[in-house]
T-cell receptor, first 112, second 120 residues
Framework: QKEVEQDPGPLSVPEGAIVSLNCTYSNSAFQYFMWYRQYSRKGPELLMYTYSSGNKEDGRFTAQVDKSSKYISLFIRDSQPSDSATYLCAMSILTSYGKLTFGQGTILTVHP | GAVVSQHPSRVICKSGTSVKIECRSLDFQATTMFWYRQFPKQSLMLMATSNEGSKATYEQGVEKDKFLINHASLTLSTLTVTSAHPEDSSFYIC????????????????FGPGTRLLVL
């Protein structure tokens, strides 16, 4: 069993839709949770980071963490074609010196 | 802020040659830099962790003598692929972690744009 599981998709939605991306994890030591967006042939770009259970909102993006269920989500409201990319969840433990464990990535396409 | 650059962005080389890839944190000092490789439509695979002034720590299965990492300063790390072969062709991405001590930013990484290596 992988430490972090993410549905690879692909996910295709119409413009304006609400997108839900999810990851589950098995290691309860994970303390920090991040979402990255990666466009084709580019490096990942940090979208959201959090270290506590609950919701964190930034513009059209909301990150949700449920440590009791070992489940994190990223919601994208009013999705745009420019949101089409691969979304990677990542997490780390307190003493990992920054080492991240990534999910497999979800390929998202938002069509006009 | 938190910009990481990589050079070159793309390189094509002949089998048997060595290739050096640079990773720089442009506007912050990085306590740690990480090197990943990524195959098409797959997630990032951590190759090694590099701390300034010390030897890199390699992940299991990564050949130390093939992938040489040097972290000479708080803003520069290099990855040298020695005696490259076609199976080394991949997308190599570096990331840098800031010196900020306040969580959670201390645990976040900022990624470079990647270097696409093609070995013929």
């Amino acid at each position: 069993q992988k430490e972090v599981e993410q549905d690879p998709g692909p996910l295709s939605v119409p413009e304006g839709a609400i997108v839900s991306l999810n990851c589950t994890y098995s290691n309860s030591a994970f303390q920090y949770f991040m979402w990255y967006r990666q466009y084709s042939r580019k490096g990942p770009e940090l979208l959201m980071y959090t270290y506590s259970s609950g919701n964190k909102e930034d513009g059209r993006f909301t990150a949700q963490v449920d440590k009791s269920s070992k489940y994190i989500s990223l919601f994208i409201r009013d999705s745009q074609p420019s949101d089409s990319a691969t979304y990677l969840c990542a997490m780390s433990i307190l003493t990992s010196y920054g080492k991240l464990t990534f999910g497999q990535g979800t390929i998202l396409t938002v069509h006009p | 802020g938190a910009v990481v650059s990589q050079h070159p962005s793309r390189v094509i080389c002949k089998s048997g040659t060595s290739v050096k890839i640079e990773c720089r944190s442009l506007d912050f000092q990085a306590t740690t830099m990480f090197w990943y490789r990524q195959f098409p439509k797959q997630s990032l695979m951590l190759m090694a962790t590099s701390n300034e002034g010390s030897k890199a720590t390699y992940e299991q299965g990564v050949e130390k003598d093939k992938f040489l990492i040097n972290h000479a300063s708080l803003t520069l790390s290099t990855l040298t692929v020695t005696s490259a072969h076609p199976e080394d062709s991949s997308f190599y991405i570096c990331s840098a972690r800031t010196r900020r001590t306040s969580a959670p930013k201390a645990e976040t990484q900022y990624f470079g744009p990647g270097t696409r290596l093609l070995v013929l």
